[in-house]
């Protein structure tokens, strides 16, 4: 069993920048595709970024490409989400998750464990 425990979160302003951190244990890390996914009230979980390790693939959003990096550290055992310039409209709870899989990481449903959130806000 994987757990996962989000942290980094805050309050920023407007074209500021925060480093989401995501702490891993009871797996073997490098095994697993890690990814973020994002929440705003009253909308759906949404896909932010992933890491697929086996072979140093990177996905993101559209609406973040250019600005965030997904990196990890296979001997803290730790993946963070590096946000800069962000926006009002990435307020939301960012989520860590971990998949078993390297395919259809895009979607919730590839993951097999998820972390409790962090709160972002940005004002304007």
């Known amino acids: 069993q994987v757990q996962l425990v989000e942290s980094g979160g805050g309050l920023v302003q407007a074209g500021g920048s925060l480093r989401l951190s995501c702490a891993a244990s009871?797996?073997?890390?490098?095994?697993?595709?890690m990814g973020w996914f994002r929440q705003a009230p009253e909308k759906e979980r949404e896909f932010v970024a992933a890491?697929?390790?086996?072979?140093?693939?990177?996905y993101y959003a559209d609406a973040v490409k250019g600005r965030f990096t997904i990196s990890r550290d296979n001997v803290k055992n730790t993946v963070t989400l590096q946000m800069n310039s962000l926006k009002p409209e990435d307020t939301a709870v960012y989520y860590c998750?971990?998949?078993?899989?390297?395919?259809?990481?895009?979607?919730?449903?590839?993951?097999?464990?998820w972390g409790q959130g962090t709160q972002v806000t940005v004002s304007s």
């Open positions: 998750a971990a998949a078993t899989t390297a395919w259809n990481i895009r979607l919730m449903d590839a993951y097999d464990y």
């Open positions: 890491g697929v390790w086996s072979d140093g693939r990177k």
């Open positions: 009871g797996g073997i890390f490098s095994r697993y595709t």
